[in-house]
């Protein structure tokens, strides 16, 4: 047939599964090695748009699906899943339930043009790349770089930890450093070079990274202190 039910499964009531087309150009099924499929483009010339393989796995425009769904992107677009807003509150979302049964989801939100991504009460987001994390945001709102326990309101992690500061078109930057001594270090661009140093005794060095004083002033081309007022 090219028309009407290819196959039904059904008990003697007649409840069951069956599949068909209404057409020529409708779809089809068939089974291989263990596997499910549905077709289009009819009997005579089938391309396969779904599988279910014999391990449970889905294959949208995937014959060798590797996931629990696999979808492959379409070759026009690249495109492989699009989830449209409700028309009422113009949302979309995405949930992630954890493996508990106590309803702790994450998810991410499109609400008019904005896009929100949230982590389960008591997580932590991370953002990271090839399994390296390098943004962590606490539930409560805390943000680290660097490090996955923020313990102010921006932890910046490292070793030195570093905050470069570079305005666009520039080739040089900025930067504040904190060292393994407890030092903040200004640099400022072109070098760069450093333009004031705070030590772990609070002592303040301008033009020296070696404070001896609660503020040292050194000239750039003598060994003068020097402050003009």
Not at 8 to 29: I, L, T
Not at 69 to 79: H, M
Not at 191 to 214: E, K
Request: charged share 10%; hydrophobic share 30%.
């Amino acid at each position: 047939n090219t028309a009407g039910v290819i196959a039904e499964f059904a008990n003697s009531s007649g409840y069951g599964v069956w599949f068909g087309q209404s057409s020529a150009s409708g779809a089809s099924w068939g089974s291989t090695t263990g596997d499910f499929y549905w077709c289009t483009n009819g009997l005579s010339s089938q391309v396969e748009r779904l599988r279910i393989a014999s391990n449970g796995r889905v294959g949208i425009n995937s014959t060798v699906p590797t996931a629990a769904l696999n979808v492959q992107a379409e070759t026009s677009t690249g495109t492989c899943v699009r989830l449209n807003q409700e028309t009422t509150n113009q949302t979309a979302s995405i949930y992630f339930q954890d493996a508990t049964t106590t309803g702790n989801d994450s998810w991410i939100t499109n609400e008019n043009f904005d896009l929100t991504v949230y982590a389960g009460y008591g997580g932590k987001l991370n953002l990271g790349a090839y399994d390296t994390t390098g943004i962590t945001v606490l539930s409560t709102g805390l943000v680290g770089m660097g490090t996955d326990n923020p313990g102010g309101l921006l932890t910046v992690y490292g070793s030195p930890a570093e905050l470069r500061l570079q305005h666009e078109g520039n080739s040089s930057y900025s930067r504040i450093i904190s060292d393994s001594s407890n030092e903040l270090d200004f640099y400022t661009g072109g070098g760069p070079h450093l333009a004031m140093t705070i030590d772990g005794s609070q002592n303040v060095g301008i033009g020296t990274d070696n404070p001896l004083y609660p503020l040292h002033v050194k000239g750039a081309t003598t060994n003068l202190s020097l402050i003009h007022i």
